[in-house]
């Protein structure tokens, strides 16, 4: 099984491995939009042989819902993108999470080009300002924000989420990269601070970049 090259997203950890890991997704809803991008990610990413694979890892029933049309404004269970997430870690262990980095870079492309091209601009405070505010439009839990912290870094916040994941925080990592790149920054990097998954309160990502 083989994989197309990903270009990796420059992080620091921020948790030991060794730190317990929380998840619950149980009732929240994605719009289709983001679950169609991590599906089609999987398909150009990955060869006929590989993606079989993801799908042999999932349950029969959920096989079946993600081969259903997905309608990109429709909304979908959260638990669809992170059964499916999961299966990729599982199908391709030996890339690590970098994989899921990849799928969020691909999903802020699909994602924020698509129906938000009218606020691409070469400002990333300004597109992360933006991006933060429209997390309302593709997930029905929580909130985000983006705090300036300096010329070229800031912090998103998501804030009261009652549904998370630590696959959801790998992708996001990728998804915050790419928008700030999206907005005219060059060497970008996203570190996760903080983490519900880890029990902390809030999951925190600072990104920098060079202006």
Not at 4 to 31: C, D, L, N
Not at 61 to 73: C, G, H, M, P, Q
Request: net charge positive; with cysteine.
């Amino acid at each position: 099984m083989t994989l197309a090259p990903m270009s990796p997203v420059a992080t620091q950890p921020a948790f030991p491995r060794t730190t317990p890991v929380r998840e619950y997704v149980a009732g929240g809803k994605i719009k289709g939009g983001l679950l169609r991008a991590h599906l089609r990610w999987a398909r150009e990413h990955a060869d006929a042989e590989t993606f079989r694979a993801i799908l042999d890892a999932l349950p029969p029933k959920r096989v079946e819902e993600l081969s259903t049309t997905i309608f990109a404004t429709s909304w979908y269970p959260l638990q669809w993108l992170v059964d499916f997430d999961r299966a990729v870690l599982a199908t391709i262990g030996n890339a690590g999470h970098s994989v899921l980095h990849s799928a969020g870079r691909f999903s802020a492309n699909a994602t924020l080009r698509q129906i938000h091209s009218s606020l691409l601009r070469d400002d990333p405070h300004s597109f992360l300002r933006h991006v933060a505010l429209l997390q309302s439009h593709f997930t029905d839990f929580g909130s985000s924000t983006w705090e300036r912290l300096g010329t070229s870094f800031g912090r998103v916040t998501h804030r009261y989420w009652r549904c998370f994941s630590p696959l959801l925080c790998e992708s996001a990592i990728g998804f915050y990269e790419e928008a700030a790149r999206m907005a005219g920054g060059t060497g970008v990097t996203v570190e996760e601070t903080s983490c519900q998954c880890r029990g902390d309160k809030h999951c925190a990502f600072l990104v920098r970049w060079r202006g």
